[in-house]
């Protein structure tokens, strides 16, 4: 294997991404890729002779990458990115994932990497601190000797907000069956030992997708262990209404295992009632005891570095489980979910198996963490770099500066969309997302606009469903269930840019009326 030039070709690449964000705003933020566009400039063979001994070094690979990826890409760093919900990035992250690519690592026990382990539990007790998080889902301190029988708290990194709710989903179904054994064992009858899992009908997919995954549903409309709670008018799931599920469900003699509320649905950034929905699960503990509760505020979790939006935290003390995306809107390059478990035996008695070849004597002697026990894959990458770089880069300050000025980007473009009568705001904003519409052009010409605005390039936005009991929905002269979404959040995203954004928002959907 001949030598590579790290040193010159590395230059070459970190080039290029400086020049890719500073020219990133020339670019459509929607690419106009063609389905099979990028797949038919690329050659259908691999190459016999690679570009290192072929002698011709990296030009052809770079400009391959100008021709055919950089056009092939949609652009989540453009600064008038406001789809979905965010997956940001900055220098600081890019700079950590970089180095845990160079590093190479592989951070599955505590052995494998001593500093990939430790500086991921000093990381992950950063930001709960920064986040105000109930102290149970710290690690315990220095080290944070984890022998499975310790009963600490703590936080792992996951790569998804969808993989943490999987594994809470799966540690709580442990937990209720031990917990049916153990009534079994001092002679209490058993139910029958079908576990239900409980969420708002706003959840992100990801819930049922954990579901279908954990084996409790068939299919995405299987109900018969998946209960989909009403909302009320703004999108919170309806508490009495989770517990009747509950009660009901534990006199016919089901084991509810598992609830989870969202802080920020997908749909209008709503927030359920952590304490209430706490309380509900009180009412519904079967004979699997109280169902594990999880909260995922894969979005808005990251606006709790700022003590103003605490508030929507209250009752996460009472949760078994927290997560939030630092790469949705905390500096951080995607992959990287923050995932806080208040009692990590709960996830090493559910996911551990130990092999003769893991077997090593600093994990027998239980004085460290072994994360491969806290996720579905045995391997890891070392992602704790990337935010060890964010936090000590942005400090806690920046880190709030960084929300708050996002918020009230949210703010200024939700007056706009006050101001102008032909629009109207179809939920009240939510931190950074807006979601609004032009009014009586239903549903049909919501989504036309969407359509011309992101063919356009300017900017990217998409649409959801409103909740069920949303005002908005149906009511509006030419009906409609739909609403655009305005989701701020790119880290260069400023006001000149929300700014621009609504003035072609105002200019297509003045077009569209007239029938241009
Ligand atoms: N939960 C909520 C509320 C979300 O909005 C999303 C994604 O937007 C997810 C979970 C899934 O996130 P991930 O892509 O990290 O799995």
């Not at 070392?382 to 500066?401: E, M, N, P, Q, T």
Request: include cysteine.
């Amino acid at each position: 294997m001949e030598a590579f030039d790290l040193e010159g070709e590395g230059e070459r690449v970190l080039e290029l991404i400086a020049r890719y964000h500073r020219e990133i705003e020339s670019r459509p933020v929607l690419s106009r890729a063609t389905p099979g566009q990028v797949a038919s400039q690329l050659p259908s063979e691999p190459p016999e002779e690679g570009a290192g001994s072929a002698g011709e070094g990296w030009d052809a690979i770079l400009a391959d990458v100008e021709r055919i990826i950089l056009p092939g890409l949609t652009h989540w760093q453009h600064p008038s990115f406001f789809a979905y919900f965010p997956a940001n990035a900055s220098g600081p992250a890019m700079l950590g994932e970089l180095l845990a690519a160079g590093l190479g690592v592989q951070g599955m026990l505590w052995l494998t990497s001593p500093a990939c382990t430790e500086l991921e539990v000093v990381v992950m007790d950063w930001l709960a601190k920064l986040l105000g998080l109930p102290e149970m889902f710290r690690s315990g301190g220095a080290g944070s000797g984890a022998g499975s029988g310790s009963g600490m708290g703590g936080g792992v990194i996951h790569g998804t907000a969808s993989e943490a709710v999987l594994t809470a989903m799966v540690a709580a179904r442990h937990r209720a069956r031990q917990r049916m054994r153990a009534g079994e064992a001092r002679g209490e009858a058993a139910p029958p030992g079908s576990f239900t899992v409980y969420a708002s009908d706003q959840t992100h997919s990801s819930f049922v997708k954990a579901a279908m995954i954990a084996g409790l549903a068939e299919d995405p409309e299987d109900r018969r262990r998946v209960r989909l709670i009403s909302t009320d008018a703004q999108g919170g799931i309806k508490p009495d209404e989770l517990e009747a599920a509950l009660r009901a469900d534990v006199a016919a003699g089901l084991t509810p295992a598992f609830v989870c509320a969202t802080l920020g649905t997908t749909a209008t950034g709503a927030m359920d009632d952590v304490a209430s929905v706490a309380r509900a699960c009180d009412g519904g503990a079967g004979a699997g005891g109280r169902p594990w509760l999880h909260v995922d505020g894969a979005y808005a979790g990251a606006a709790a570095v700022c003590p103003e939006f605490r508030p929507m935290l209250a009752g996460v003390e009472r949760a078994d489980s927290f997560c939030f995306n630092p790469h949705k809107w905390l500096l951080t390059n995607f992959d990287c979910d923050a995932f806080f478990v208040a009692d990590r035996r709960a996830l090493i008695d559910a996911m551990s198996v130990t092999p003769e070849y893991l077997r090593n004597a600093a994990s027998e002697s239980g004085a460290v963490v072994d994360y491969r026990d806290w996720q579905v894959p045995l391997g890891r990458r070392f992602r704790s770099l990337k935010l060890w770089f964010v936090i000590r880069h942005y400090g806690a300050a920046g880190l709030r500066a960084f929300i708050r000025e996002h918020v009230r980007l949210a703010e200024l473009v939700a007056g706009l969309v006050r101001e102008d009568g032909r629009f109207e705001l179809t939920a009240e904003p939510s931190l950074s997302l807006v979601c609004f519409r032009v009014r009586g052009a239903g549903d049909a010409g919501n989504l036309e606009l969407m359509r011309r605005l992101n063919a356009s390039g300017e900017l990217f936005l998409t649409h959801a469903a409103l909740p069920p009991a949303s005002p908005f929905r149906g009511q509006e002269r030419g009906g409609g269930s739909i609403t655009l979404r305005l989701a701020i959040g790119a880290t260069s995203t400023r006001e000149e840019h929300v700014r621009r954004a609504w003035a072609s928002i105002q200019r297509e959907a003045a077009r569209l009326v007239a029938g241009t």
